[in-house]
């Protein structure tokens, strides 16, 4: 079938206007670049020519007749109603053609699904709104980082020129290497996701509390993006993927360069932090996990998100506040930061929330303290 | 069908009841309930409207420019939930209350005061639903599916919405029982059920229908409910529950739920089509065989919404087979109006052409769905803009464009007087036009992976954003053509209606006056 399908493709590509058209991918499917991809786009093309000649074979009838059979160019109306072979054709061959359409999907489904025997397999939890990737197998294990997009504000609200990948750009992206079999675990922290990456060919809900998984062997060296696919509340449209796919070399250097920043940035957890360290620290944290709801300004978005700046859970006492940064507010948009972030961040973004905007509490919260608070 | 009908003249003494506004309250007379049904339908529809206006103008161009993307959010929520429950579904159920007394010859429908109470239970329901705006917090933001945990996390917008689907499941359900009791009791003398307008066929179908699913959903609103305030975990992995089985519960009904807003779509064309061809409907023992698949598959194809959730691949394909198998009904439907107008006398007066153009246009609608029943396919464009395209295709070009078939095609028994072709046809060929505008390019978007539920998008699609929005523009406001079109037929203004303004039409209903007198057929017609 693919060969027909390409045929299709090439014949379509021989006028020049919709070849160049098409070739920006603007009106289909993206450019696969994994052996799924390029099975589901060569199907989609397929199943595109068999609707058309149907539609064109069925509208051709139904238009032949609207302009013929008028009561204006003196038609007169037959007075067949029922003719049971043309009934019985119309219905079996549509099985046919289904049945037709089903063989080559049915192979795909199955191959898929197919996630035994990857070389790497990385785990992906979808955060309101963010990323979180680790890598738990095949070379490169151990490593692990917060994807977050890295468009500016500015640009979204329009106070400054959009960039080439507007929407589509991350602070620290997927790495893999090329023409390997890469298995993805999906979960999430609080509600569904979807990984989805079009190039790759791969859409995965992430859903809170279980695993699900996927897979893709990129054969070709590049920038893939994607988005979140699932409707996750506010930051929906904010939470980008994007892969990039090298070669083995480059993969290992990325791999070696990754472990040594690990260990070099490895935190001391009986560290004492003086106020201001934390507080400089906090604001990075602050920025990057929860001003999205809190906002810069700490003046939140109430009710769903509740101000900081002179919240009595902020200016109270530290434990009630630990104990909700650590373990989220039930029923609510507020996450568990508790596993999702280190104990010296989650003292120095609470230590920043006690002393920034009106709350100066003069308080240091030690790394120490959230280890004992943890349970 | 012919019919002996007695003389209706002396139906024309006025019922004596309330007068004024109480006369609405307290009505039982199906042609005033199917009255309110269609206004109440029409004003949701105007408000869903809005919202959608509101979507499209944020996505005009890339950036935020006009909401906030929480705003947004409770925009598309609120958009899908008012269209599906405020708009199509109430305006079918007027349809169904004026017209299927008059095509069995029935005087009534069989339950008059709980047919008052089914519809007034909505007015209540809208109030909740779009007061919820108004709450603190704002209206539900999950999506109009309401996917927990998203849902759980949701302020009191989201247990108003929850009160209001229950209220509207209750009147839905009611009103299907009403018309189930009618169609199988009270058709006139000589009336069989294989010779009942399709019309009455597809209602009777879709009553069911409704009977069965209503149910499930208020469910599965009741799960997010308890979940949300009474401390049970449904959907909460760690009280030892499931995401993914509120998805199920809600497809369960969804799909269904599809088939109840397009069913009672084929009996209006079904019944159009054959009168300005002047012939009769090609198939008829077909077409009701085939809507009697269509709805039995609807229960067995759920999942299909839900490919990119990770089920095996067993389950995988056994929803794809079975969704790719409606497409044989449903094509055998097409056919049968294809080869109802074949060699046929037609002329295009405005229900014609809605009804031709809603068989045009749907059909596009139905082939997208068969390339989304192919799961693979489905999982590159689910929760994208093809499926946005896809929807509106089958829910705006099928539902709403034979509502408008059949609202010229009825208005003439309504109101007494003829409406202005000239209006019609203009209403139609805007709204045809700006349709195809607005949702033709959101294939496109899909394909290239344009998410769908999105404040912002990036810059490769811009152009055809738009596009659409520009499209949006035009087709919102060719509607108010349609107000003028009614609110003159309603004012008098125009050539009186004879009892059967159509020169061929069949059916029980052209052999009473226009406009339709407050009580018919007190003494039954006898069909031959």
């Given at each position: 079938m693919s060969v027909l399908a390409r045929f299709?493709?090439?014949?379509?590509?021989?006028?020049?206007a919709v070849g160049a058209w098409a070739a920006q991918s603007s009106v289909n499917l993206q450019t696969p670049v994994t052996a799924v991809a390029t099975e589901i786009y060569d199907m989609h093309t397929l199943m595109m020519i068999i609707c058309l000649v149907i539609f064109v074979a069925v509208f051709g009838v139904m238009f032949w007749s609207v302009f013929h059979h008028r009561k204006s160019k003196g038609a007169v109306a037959a007075h067949f109603h029922e003719n049971t072979m043309v009934e019985i054709a119309w219905t079996v061959i549509p099985v046919?053609?289904?049945?037709?359409?089903a063989y080559p999907a049915t192979k795909t489904v199955i191959s898929m699904k197919d996630t035994s025997n990857p070389d790497i397999t990385i785990k992906a939890t979808g955060y309101q709104w963010k990323w979180g990737y680790n890598y738990i197998k095949g070379e490169g294990e151990g490593i692990q980082f917060v994807s977050n997009m890295s468009t500016p504000q500015e640009q979204i609200q329009g106070r400054?020129?959009?960039?080439?990948?507007?929407?589509?750009?991350?602070?620290?992206?997927?790495?893999?290497?090329v023409g390997k079999k890469v298995r993805v675990l999906l979960t999430a922290n609080d509600v569904i996701h979807a990984w989805w990456v079009p190039a790759l060919g791969v859409k995965q809900d992430a859903i809170p509390g279980f695993i699900r998984d996927t897979w893709f062997r990129a054969d070709k060296e590049g920038v893939y993006r994607g988005n979140c696919a699932e409707l996750c509340g506010k930051d929906h449209g904010f939470?980008?993927?994007?892969?990039?796919?090298?070669?083995?070399?480059?993969?290992?250097?990325?791999?070696?360069?990754?472990?040594?920043?690990?260990?070099?940035?490895?935190?001391?957890?009986?560290?004492?932090?003086?106020?201001?360290e934390l507080v400089a620290k906090g604001e990075q944290v602050f920025a990057a996990n929860c001003a999205a709801c809190h906002q810069a300004d700490g003046k939140g978005m109430p009710p769903a998100f509740p101000p900081l700046d002179g919240s009595a859970v902020v200016q109270g006492p530290k434990a009630e506040q630990i104990q909700t940064v650590l373990n989220g507010r039930e029923g609510t948009a507020m996450a568990a930061f508790g596993k999702q972030l280190s104990d010296t961040d989650l003292a120095a973004v609470i230590t920043y929330t006690r002393n920034a905007w009106s709350n100066q509490t003069g308080e240091a919260i030690q790394p120490a303290e959230i280890a004992a608070a943890h349970n | 069908m012919s019919a002996v009908t007695p003389d209706q003249v002396h139906d024309?003494?006025?019922?004596?009841?309330?007068t004024g506004l109480m006369r609405w309250i307290t009505t039982t007379n199906h042609k005033d309930i199917g009255t309110m049904y269609l206004i109440f339908s029409f004003i949701m529809f105007l408000s869903g409207g809005v919202m959608a206006l509101t979507i499209r103008a944020e996505l005009f161009k890339p950036g935020l420019q006009i909401v906030q993307p929480e705003f947004f959010n409770q925009l598309t929520t609120m958009h899908g939930l008012v269209m599906v429950f405020g708009a199509i579904m109430p305006a079918f159920v007027g349809f169904a209350n004026w017209m299927l007394p008059l095509m069995i010859g029935a005087s009534d429908m069989a339950f008059a005061r709980m047919n008052n109470w089914s519809f007034w239970l909505l007015p209540v329901a809208a109030i909740l639903l779009i007061g919820s705006f108004f709450v603190p917090g704002g209206a539900t933001a999950a999506g109009w599916t309401l996917y927990a945990p998203l849902s759980v996390q949701m302020g009191m917008g989201m247990d108003l919405t929850i009160f209001a689907v229950h209220i509207m499941g209750i009147s839905s359900i009611m009103g299907a029982i009403n018309i189930v009791v009618t169609v199988l009791n009270m058709r006139a003398p000589g009336m069989t059920m294989m010779k009942m307008p399709l019309f009455c066929w597809t209602w009777l179908i879709t009553a069911y229908l409704l009977i069965a699913v209503m149910p499930v959903l208020a469910g599965a609103v009741t799960m997010i409910l308890t979940d949300r305030h009474f401390g049970t975990s449904f959907f909460n992995a760690a009280g030892g529950g499931d995401p993914v089985l509120y998805q199920h519960v809600f497809w369960f009904f969804g799909h269904p739920e599809v088939y109840i807003m397009i069913l009672p779509a084929f009996g209006i064309v079904s019944e159009i089509i054959p009168t300005f061809a002047r012939k009769p409907?090609?198939?008829?023992?077909?077409?009701?065989?085939?809507?009697?698949?269509?709805?039995?598959?609807?229960?067995?194809?759920w999942a299909h919404h839900m490919f990119t959730t990770g089920m095996p691949a067993e389950t995988q394909?056994?929803?794809?087979?079975?969704?790719?198998?409606?497409?044989?009904?449903?094509?055998?439907?097409?056919?049968?109006?294809?080869?109802?107008?074949?060699?046929?006398?037609?002329?295009?007066?405005t229900p014609m052409l809605w009804a031709t153009g809603f068989i045009f246009v749907f059909t596009m609608g139905g082939f997208t769905g068969l390339i989304c029943a192919i799961a693979p396919i489905d999982i590159q464009v689910q929760d994208t803009y093809y499926v946005v395209a896809h929807f509106h295709y089958v829910l705006v070009a099928g539902s709403l464009f034979a509502l408008f078939a059949g609202a010229y095609y009825w208005l003439p028994k309504w109101t007494g007087v003829m409406y202005s072709e000239f209006i019609g046809k203009l209403h139609f060929w805007c709204s045809i036009i700006f349709f195809n505008i607005t949702f033709f390019p959101m294939h496109f978007l899909g394909l290239a992976g344009m998410p769908r539920r999105i404040p912002d998008y990036a810059l490769q699609f811009a152009d055809f954003n738009a596009l659409a929005s520009v499209g949006a523009f035009g087709f919102g406001l060719s509607q108010l053509i349609f107000i003028v079109a009614v609110v003159k037929c309603v004012r008098g203004d125009g050539k009186k209606a004879a009892a059967s303004p159509w020169e061929d039409a069949q059916g029980l209903e052209w052999t009473v006056p226009s406009p339709a007198p407050h009580h018919t057929f007190e003494i039954p017609p006898v069909v031959k």
């Open positions: 299709a493709v090439t014949a379509l590509s021989a006028v020049p046919l053609i289904l049945l037709g359409m400054a020129a959009k960039g080439e990948h507007y929407l589509l750009e991350v602070d620290k992206p997927v790495v893999v290497p939470m980008p993927i994007e892969v990039h796919v090298l070669s083995a070399e480059k993969y290992s250097a990325w791999v070696a360069d990754q472990q040594s920043k690990l260990a070099a940035t490895k935190e001391d957890p009986t560290k004492e932090w003086a106020l201001a | 024309d003494h006025h019922h004596h009841g309330p409907l090609f198939g008829y023992a077909s077409m009701v065989y085939a809507t009697a698949s269509i709805a039995i598959l609807s229960f067995v194809v394909l056994f929803f794809m087979y079975a969704t790719m198998l409606i497409a044989v009904p449903t094509g055998v439907k097409v056919f049968n109006w294809v080869a109802t107008m074949w060699r046929g006398s037609m002329t295009f007066e």
